[in-house]
């Protein structure tokens, strides 16, 4: 069975940083692409980042140079490494999973159940 277990979400003052990792079980990390996705209070899904299958990593905008992913394949476990936090980071952060070369909207991605990351004073 195919799971993925976000964690390590929380509030955080702006200018801070968290670590959430992404547990995966049933399939192994390194034969897909992972990404991050982010849903604001009240905004739809919104697009974070992705690491190929090959080790190469893609960023939005919003969070290049901020964020960074990686992937622990001993562990099948992908990290989202997120610094100098701002308010407007404030939503749940979902785990996908993405067969290679696909995108985080497809109909045969599969998501975790998210954590939540508030990023407030």
């Known amino acids: 069975e195919v799971q993925l277990v976000e964690s390590g979400g929380g509030l955080v003052q702006p200018g801070g940083s968290l670590r959430l990792s992404c547990a995966a079980s049933?399939?192994?990390?390194?034969?897909?692409?992972m990404s991050w996705v982010r849903q604001a209070p009240g905004k739809g899904l919104e697009y974070v980042s992705y690491?190929?299958?090959?080790?190469?990593?893609f960023y939005a905008d919003s969070v290049k140079g901020r964020f960074t992913m990686s992937r622990d394949n001993a562990k099948n476990t992908v990290y989202l490494q997120m610094n100098s936090l701002k308010p407007e980071d404030t939503a749940v952060y979902y785990c996908?999973?993405?067969?290679?070369?696909?995108?985080?909207?497809?109909?045969?991605?599969?998501r975790g159940q998210g954590t939540q990351v508030t990023v407030s004073s």
């Open positions: 996908v999973r993405v067969r290679s070369g696909g995108s985080w909207r497809d109909t045969d991605a599969y």
């Open positions: 690491i190929s299958d090959g080790g190469f990593r």
């Open positions: 049933g399939f192994t990390i390194s034969t897909y692409w």
